[in-house]
């Protein structure tokens, strides 16, 4: 869950550059002693409570080409819908779960990897559920303002269908953009950039 920062201004935007690895996941780039491992990199222990399920993500540019530099972050809730955050007041979240993970995409294959839980629902402000969901947020050379989107499961059918966030979506058949493929215990979600698969992206 997001925390309030309305006491602070935006900083301006620019783009990340080809420095953002090296600044957020200097392991995968070959720059050891800062930290013993990435921040982000690992989500689960063996206490951690839920369904583990592995994403296999991909960022793909206008042509379909996979970005080979590209940093995911993700946020989502744990097994039983609860936030590992401060602002979390309905309950104490999986203590053994961040909510939480970074990975870059591979140099080669453009692929980037989580090894997660499959998310509780979570209340909208009315009350309604919504259905179970990861917050992502893409960043990558050329991109100036990080890229704000959210992963669906296929496997959740009914959810989806009463999910208040897929309701708003206009053009319906931009809603598959959203929605990850289950492939036994994997869900593959492929983020189009532009053009005519383009994910649908959030202003916040």
Request: charged letters at 25%; aromatic letters at 8%; glycine letters at 10%.
């Amino acid at each position: 869950m997001a925390q309030s920062l309305d006491r602070l201004k935006e900083s301006p935007s620019q783009t990340a550059g080809p420095y953002v690895h090296i600044g957020l996941t200097p392991n995968f780039c070959g720059i050891g002693g800062v930290y013993a491992n990435d921040l982000g990199s690992t989500m689960l222990n063996g206490e951690t409570k839920g369904e583990r399920i592995e994403l296999r993500i991909r960022v793909l540019d206008g042509t379909g080409t996979p970005l080979k530099d590209a940093l995911i972050e993700i946020w989502q809730a744990d097994a039983n819908g609860l936030y590992n955050s401060p602002s979390e007041l309905r309950g104490a979240a999986d203590p053994n779960f961040p909510g939480w993970g970074r990975q870059p995409t591979d140099m080669e294959t453009g692929v980037c990897l989580f090894r997660t839980i499959k998310p509780g629902r979570v209340p909208f402000r009315d009350g309604r559920l919504m259905a179970p969901h990861i917050t992502l947020w893409i960043v990558a050379r050329g991109i100036n303002v990080g890229l704000h989107t959210r992963l669906y499961f296929s496997d959740e059918e009914k959810a989806n269908a009463e999910d208040p966030i897929l309701a708003r979506i206009e053009h319906r058949l931009r809603v598959p953009t959203l929605i990850a493929e289950r492939r036994g215990d994997t869900y593959v979600f492929d983020i189009h950039l532009q053009g005519e698969k383009e994910t649908v992206f959030f202003d916040s």
